[in-house]
């Protein structure tokens, strides 16, 4: 996720939500203690075909910008890593649900009026409703100077499993207990450091085998920035090895994944420029992409075996 937050293909890391015109008029009529009605807006579509006739779709966009829009009938939760398995991020969702809805019931059961502690609640945190762009670099400024919960580094929104109030949380809907959240935080870290190990030691290989062959070939570009390169990615994984929490590791990690192979790749982006095409032994991007005219067969040959 450290690569898709913060508009890399996925939202901000900021936690607003996203409701629409529709139901945030509605919603702020309500708790200003006005009569009002939710009429969401319809619109139609066309795909101007006989086949399929127009059909009404909601009228609001489900805002891709959003960590948390409202889709009609819905909340989404667009900020879990591409890679990640979702139970956790459910668990966790589902147990704030629980424990608030469980609050709300407590206290109407005690004789609060339902409309006005939900009124309490939506004045208490206004703030998180935003639909506008979360892309604009403004608008992150002004949600985050408003107060609205931002954590960048994943490494660092981990370490929030075993905070005094979360682990409350779970323990007080009996869903994980201290030790639980501690053994689920160190996972989540020793996997982050594992994979991130893996990428380096990937990249040395590919300097080694790939790179400085081709440059060495090509006579261009510097060979000692990319054995430089090298020394630092084994500096880093050793710091890594050398740690003593996974915390610590994950740490170490982050900065040698996210600031200094960013650097390196740099110099081999550089390096790839001026290394003619016939001596470049890695895919490039138009390799990859236009694979299929790229890539040289004999017509005459069958693809199978009669």
Known sequence: NA?????????????????????????????????????PGVKTIDLGCAEILPFEVPAEDRNRTSPFPYGGARFE????????????????LNTIAAEKFGEFADRVEAGEDIAEVAREALNKHWKV?????????????????????????????????????????????????????????????????GTVEMEALTLVDMINQHIIPSVKA????????????????????????????????????????LETMVDIRAICDEVEESVPADLWTLATYKDLLFLDSHTATDSSEPYFED
């Open 3 to 39: 690569f898709r937050l913060g508009a890399g293909g996925a939202p901000p890391a900021i936690i607003s939500t996203y409701l629409g015109d529709d139901m945030t008029n509605y919603l702020d009529a309500f708790r200003k203690g006005e009569t009002a009605k939710y009429e």
């Open 77 to 92: 939760f667009r900020a879990v890593g591409s890679s990640q398995n979702v139970s956790m991020v459910n668990t966790v």
């Open 129 to 193: 409703i935003f639909n506008g762009d979360n892309y604009c670099e403004d608008n992150q400024k002004m949600l985050t100077e408003s107060g609205v919960w931002r954590i960048d580094s994943g490494v660092e929104a981990t370490s929030h499993l075993t905070s005094e109030k979360n682990i409350a949380l779970f323990e007080k809907m009996g869903v994980l207990t201290a030790e639980e959240c501690a053994a689920r935080q160190d996972v989540i870290h020793d996997h982050y450091s």
């Open 218 to 257: 090509a006579g261009v570009g510097s060979v000692g920035d990319l054995e430089s390169a090298i020394s630092k990615l084994k500096s880093g994984i050793a710091e890594i090895h050398a740690a003593d929490s996974s915390k610590e590791k994950a740490e170490i990690a982050r900065v040698l994944r």
